[in-house]
């Protein structure tokens, strides 16, 4: 009875219908299934690979933010060693053209320093490799600051201009100062050249001292002490530059 029941019912166009409506089913709910899952994991797989490299652009810009430090912070310990030697060249010339008037020091040391600032120039020579690769490659929005990049572009600026301002105190001093020197006054050579203690040539006294009292030489000096103090005034303009690139980088500039 029951197998001839369910012949019947296999022969009912209903059952049939409904037969067939399942089977043809199965294939659609398949397709969207795996469409989905592929769909989910090329998500997953972008998602994880954003996460994984923007993971990766911040270590690098830990990196580079490690080494902009100290690249910043040696060329502030640089800067302020020019300054110094600046000054130290004004107070030297200066005292040369109060040497007409007071008279040469008497000691040899205080003598061969002032010889030694009339023909001494510094040229800020900092060393970027860090802040060289991105601006070379073009990636200076790396760093997510905008003020930290717009301190470096000021810095960048401003350090062109010393080096303008450097280039013409260097032309003046090899051009102008250091001829009049090498003719004028005579160099000596050092008594012991291997002595640890000495730093810097003799100068024979009467040939300075009557440089000294040249106006071609006093004009000469005046010039120097202009054009050492405007590079001095660039240089002091440039430490506060630096020192704004390593506030906004967190550090202290004298660490």
């Known amino acids: 009875m029951s197998a001839t029941h369910l012949t019947e019912h296999d022969d009912d166009p209903i059952v049939e219908e409904a037969r067939d409506g399942a089977v043809s089913d199965d294939p659609l709910r398949t397709n969207l299934a795996r469409g989905f899952t592929i769909v989910a994991s090329i998500l997953v797989a972008l998602f994880v690979g954003a996460g994984w490299e923007w993971l990766m652009d911040r270590q690098d810009e830990a990196e580079y933010i490690e080494r902009l430090v100290e690249e910043?912070?040696?060329?502030?310990?640089?800067?302020?060693?020019?300054?110094?030697?600046?000054?130290?060249?004004?107070?030297?010339?200066?005292?040369?053209?109060?040497?007409a008037d007071s008279g040469l020091p008497a000691e040899d040391d205080s003598l061969r320093a002032l010889s030694a600032a009339l023909v001494e120039f510094r040229y800020f020579t900092p060393t970027h490799p860090a802040l060289d690769e991105l601006i070379a490659a073009g990636r200076l929005d790396f760093l997510r600051s905008s003020d930290l990049r717009q301190a470096l572009m000021s810095y960048i600026q401003e350090r062109d201009r010393l080096a303008v301002v450097e280039e013409r105190e260097r032309d003046f001093v090899a051009e102008q100062l250091e001829p009049y020197v090498v003719n004028a006054i005579e160099i000596l050579p050092p008594p012991t050249p291997d002595d640890p203690d000495f730093w810097g040539p003799a100068v024979d006294r009467e040939d300075l001292g009557r440089a000294v009292a040249d106006p071609v030489f006093r004009s000469l000096l005046t010039v120097r002490i202009d054009r050492t103090d405007i590079a001095l005034q660039f240089s002091v303009g440039l430490g506060r530059r630096i020192e704004a690139v390593l506030d906004e980088l967190g550090a202290d500039p004298d660490a």
């Not at 302020?80 to 004004?90: C, K, L, P, V, Y």
């Open 72 to 99: 910043f912070r040696t060329g502030h310990v640089e800067l302020r060693s020019d300054q110094e030697a600046r000054r130290a060249a004004m107070r030297g010339s200066r005292r040369l053209l109060a040497a």
